[in-house]
């Protein structure tokens, strides 16, 4: 018993030693860190040489939304974006972005969670991102942020890079209109809503954004207009947002930065 026994182990030591290791085929993903760099290089010489840099904030949303709204929100629009686009991947999302000063209780930074980056520091990040990014082999760079301290900064930049990469194939766009120009909140106001009810932070527009990409981000029990509370955070009221005014959200930021990016990149022809 114990000759056969040994027989069979030594047979099963062979067979995981000698079968050979299927080869997997790539991922279909357009996410830059869900891949190898060989895979990555691959996809560059066949063409895909356009990669979308998305800043998202860690910073108070209210008692009823998670600090990571601004991920998880631009996770979902860029990688559509980059399905829109063709030829696209998109970087690892950029969670550290400017919120305030850390020494006075201003902007977001009054309430436990937000983190800030001082926009000096933010501007170096997204320029040395670039760079890496142009030296492995992409030429179109695109930037997009999905706040308001988001944009100037991510705006200089581009425009450094570009005056100092103006003989060389590489270029960063600055695609303000995917938070500026998607005219949501216009939208909002046509299906009867008030400026004051959409609100500028954790109101409407935020909450059904995020209602839509991941409803389990969304603490339904809390949501009460203006956050219920004086200090809550919110600025509009939250309970009026809906899944379906999400969807249409998510699309007319993604339709915007499309727009935008084949008009940058068609002025390169």
Known sequence: MCNIASAFTALAWAFLVYVPVAHTQVPNTVFLDELTWMEVADKIDAGTTTII??????????PHMVLGKH????TETAKRIAREVGNA???????????????????NRQRAGTITLPNEHY??????????????GFTDIVL????????????????????EWSGSPARVHFVGDYYSGHGFREWLQEQGHTMEDIGSHAGITDTSQLLYVNAKHIRTEQLAPFGGFEGAGVRGDPTQASVSYGRVGIQLKVDAAVRQIRELMSGRR
């Open 53 to 62: 840099v998305a800043t998202a904030g860690t910073e108070q949303n209210g």
């Open 123 to 136: 501007m170096k990040l997204l320029e040395y991102t670039a760079r890496s990014l142009a030296g492995g």
């Open 89 to 107: 991947l998109v970087a690892p999302i950029v969670t550290y972005v400017p919120e305030g000063n850390i020494e006075g209780i201003t902007g």
């Open 144 to 163: 997009i942020g999905d706040s308001g301290g988001n944009q100037q900064g991510m705006e200089t930049v581009a425009q450094m890079l570009n005056e």
């Open 71 to 74: 991920k998880f929100i631009i």
